[in-house]
């Protein structure tokens, strides 16, 4: 009876730790937003709803953090797009060689979703800075230039966010470490006359865009690096972001370093990107550093391997912060 007993409380200890655990996380989604694509189109729009579905039924958040990003308006827009560029997106305004660029259809509901993208990313930029860790299940859509977009990036959602949460004086420092497998070029761009972020972006040399921006730190992969190589670069340009001394870290956790990725060039295995994401996330806990994980691109076939690289990111960011908790609890 009383070992049942005890058996019992300790079962209801840990369940009501569990409950306090994850009402602590909270993941930002844009699935439900959606448009026509033509049949073979290279974007995998299906990923972004799915995604959330399968985190839902993961059971890792409650079902009311898993949250909608709204829409944002023009003012938050202006900290990384001219007033012409966010006016030609509201007026559908394009030419076919800009369309072709973007590589999205030139309609107003792929200009909403763009613009919920964006709420996603600076409703997670505030949501870590007290959680200690948030998710985008999407985002970092970093192709986007102050005056145009590019490669399926209408906005750019975490160069917007970044300034947004500068601006509100919010933090005082902000870093960016890119390892989505296409360079992050609009994000370098649009922050470059921007003293107090720090753009990090780990890609692959001969992949899109071919025109490269300058970063405050690039390290540009040769095609077909393998994991060990992959896994110092990571390091090293880690080092060198956190000597930066951010006060909150945006991780763009591409899955399109994947060997089977049909856009990236690489040849990562789903392993060594679970470990990236274990050194990035571990660290940032160690440094008690905010992160927004976002997920950035994955173009691997069938589409449920992306969506699997991207769980694999969520689980590990859910179990190092709960282990967090439990070590605050206990
Ligand atoms: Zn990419």
Known sequence: MGVRFLFATLQSFFAIILLQMRTTLKAFHYGHLSFQLRQGHRYPLPRYAWLRQIVLDSGLFFPQYVIAGQPVTDDVLLWGHSAE??????????TPAEIRF?????HPSVFHR?????GSTLAAGHTALSDGISFVLGGGTHHAHRTYGSGFCVFNDVACAARQLLVDGKIQRVAVFDCDVHQGDGTATILAAEKAAFTCSIHAAANFPFVKAASDL?????TGTLDAHYLTAVQTAFEQTMATH???LFYVAG???FVGD???????SAAALAQRDRYVLEACRRNELPVVVLLGGGYAQPLRTVVDLNMQTIQIGCALHTSTQLQRTI
């Open 85 to 94: 560029y966010i006016a030609k997106t509201q007026a559908c305004n394009f």
């Open 262 to 268: 049909r856009l990236g060039k690489l040849a990562v």
């Open 246 to 248: 951010p006060e909150l």
């Open 114 to 118: 763009a613009r919920a993208i964006v």
């Open 102 to 106: 973007l590589n999205l259809p030139n």
């Open 255 to 257: 899955a399109d370093p």
């Open 218 to 222: 690039d390290i540009a992969l040769p």
